[in-house]
């Protein structure tokens, strides 16, 4: 068993600005990262852009760190290809794929998420992907070159973003969204026409108010037909509706989860008792304290859920969340990049 005096599970740009945290208040303590990714922490923002856009653009190119920053700097560690699957926070020690423990005096838990997938026939084809590392997008890329159309499910910024780089290789890009109109949870209406018009000037179909019920194809994809029976044709496709927070160890080891790890002001995880109790008199009621939870970043929704797995009986938060890049708190035992649980104040405030 290896141990360090911080031990970060997850290997992105909050481990990255978590290490710069870490050494800003503690120049000495031993700390090592806990990366699955085969890379270093790199930007994820630029993949759908830049990165996707510019075929000679190589990866060292996203890298937070410049090249060999962590194999000089004294006592940092990263660990590649390494899986955390269990977190014991009594003994303080993390559990990996490969049957190997770490320990830490304390740990961060800042593993980000992972795209959703939808529960349709024909995702296995080839041709048809999701969208988060950058082999996501160098694969993309490539195929990008030889291809004619391209499907984009959903309009979040993934799917909007990547319609707007494939005009880059001539790719000519439908985007199906299930909601009226697009970016309709971030932008009022007048806005959200405005961005539809911009990029139907430059080719880009929109497909709203629709779903995909099938991939069509053999082996390759060849197109996909919606709900309402009409039917697209494609050699390229990406789902983009969103992440699932990577949340299963820390719900395992009694953490409490709520679409994320909740944490206190601290960044601190809450579990047991005190945190169902902190989460329901927020949720109880729909007024001040729905008002009060939502300013930080929480509003009722379907996802809920207690560290015993139970459902709330009359309300539950939901998916909205804000995530931090940043380590603020060395008082910590174990920490999570994650959402805040309100506090009782805060709940009550009108």
Same mark, same amino acid.
């Given at each position: 068993m290896q141990s360090f005096d911080y031990l970060i599970?997850?290997?992105? /740009?909050?481990?990255?600005?978590? @290490?710069?945290?870490?050494? %800003? /208040?503690?120049?000495?303590? &031993?700390? !090592?990262?806990?990366?699955?990714?085969?890379? $270093? $922490?790199?930007?994820?923002? $630029? /993949?759908?852009?830049e990165f996707l856009q510019t075929p000679e653009a190589t990866r060292d190119l996203l890298h937070v760190k410049p090249e060999g920053w962590f194999e000089e700097e004294a006592k940092v560690t990263l660990l590649n290809g390494v899986r955390a699957t269990s977190l014991d926070p009594k003994k303080m020690t993390i559990g990996t794929a490969a049957d190997e423990?770490?320990?830490?005096?304390?740990?961060?838990?800042?593993?980000g998420g992972r795209p959703r997938s939808l529960a349709i026939p024909g995702t296995e084809l080839d041709g048809v992907s999701s969208f988060r590392t950058v082999a996501d997008a160098e694969r993309l890329r490539e195929r990008a070159v030889e291809a004619e159309s391209a499907l984009l499910i959903g309009a979040g910024f993934i799917g909007m973003e990547l319609a707007a780089s494939l005009t880059r290789y001539d790719v000519a890009s439908t985007i199906v969204?299930?909601?009226?109109? @697009?970016?309709s949870e971030m932008l009022p209406p007048v806005l959200s026409y405005? #961005?539809?018009?911009?990029?139907?000037? =430059?080719?880009?179909?929109?497909?709203?108010?629709?779903? #995909?019920?099938e991939?069509?194809? &053999?082996?390759?994809?060849?197109?996909?037909r919606l709900a309402n029976g009409t039917q697209v044709a494609c050699d390229l496709t990406v789902i983009g509706v969103g992440l699932r927070p990577n949340e299963e160890i820390a719900g395992e080891a009694g953490l409490a989860v709520m679409d994320g790890v909740i944490v206190d002001r601290s960044a601190r995880p809450a579990t047991g008792? &005190?945190?169902?109790? #902190?989460?329901? =008199?927020?949720?109880?009621?729909? %007024?001040? !304290?729905?008002?009060r939870a939502s300013s930080i970043g929480i509003t009722p929704g379907p996802t809920a859920r207690w560290p015993d797995g139970t459902w709330p009986e009359r309300a539950s938060p939901s998916t909205t969340s804000r995530t931090s890049t940043r380590m603020c708190s060395t008082s910590a035992s174990v +920490?999570?990049?994650?959402?805040?649980? $309100?506090?009782? &104040?805060? +709940?009550w405030e009108s």
């Open positions: 599970v997850g290997g992105g /740009l909050a481990a990255a600005s978590a @290490v710069d945290g870490i050494r %800003s /208040l503690d120049a000495e303590g &031993s700390i !090592a990262i806990l990366a699955n990714e085969s890379e $270093p $922490p790199y930007h994820r923002p $630029p /993949l759908s852009k423990i770490y320990q830490g005096e304390r740990i961060l838990l800042a593993m969204e299930r909601k009226s109109r @697009v970016w405005f #961005v539809q018009g911009y990029f139907e000037e =430059r080719g880009i179909r929109f497909e709203l108010d629709a779903e #995909v019920e991939l069509l194809g &053999s082996e390759r994809l060849e197109g996909a008792t &005190s945190t169902r109790r #902190v989460i329901w =008199r927020a949720f109880r009621t729909r %007024s001040s !304290a729905t008002r +920490c999570s990049a994650g959402r805040r649980a $309100p506090t009782t &104040s805060e +709940c």
